[in-house]
């Protein structure tokens, strides 16, 4: 069973800069794109960035040039590097398979304060 914890959001000021780190539990994880998703209030989760099995990235225009999406194949972790953070960036942060795994997990709340 596929099992995804994420970790590293916070309270931080515009500017600042955040890591978010997902341990995932999956035996295919290595064969799977992957990404992370964000959800603020009362809006609809979306993906921001995504990687590939041979590790090409793609971002959301509104967080290009400030994130880095990465993956450790060996250690079935994927990282979001966020850099340079906008009060728009608060919001509820997830990863997941590009073809989402059905069961997602509890997330990681990033507050960007400004």
């Known amino acids: 069973q596929v099992q995804l914890v994420e970790s590293g959001g916070g309270l931080v000021q515009a500017g600042g800069s955040l890591r978010l780190s997902c341990a995932v539990r999956?035996?295919?994880?290595?064969?799977?794109?992957m990404g992370w998703y964000r959800q603020a209030p009362g809006q609809q989760r979306e993906l921001v960035a995504s990687?590939?099995?041979?590790?090409?990235?793609n971002y959301v225009d509104s967080v290009k040039g400030r994130f880095t999406i990465s993956r450790d194949n060996a250690e079935n972790s994927l990282y979001l590097q966020m850099n340079s953070l906008k009060p728009e960036d608060t919001a509820v942060y997830y990863c997941?398979?590009?073809?989402?795994?059905?069961?997602w997990g509890q997330g990681t709340q990033v507050t960007v304060s400004s």
């Open positions: 999956a035996t295919i994880f290595s064969l799977t794109s």
């Open positions: 997941n398979a590009i073809v989402p795994f059905p069961r």
């Open positions: 990687i590939t099995t041979g590790g090409s990235t």
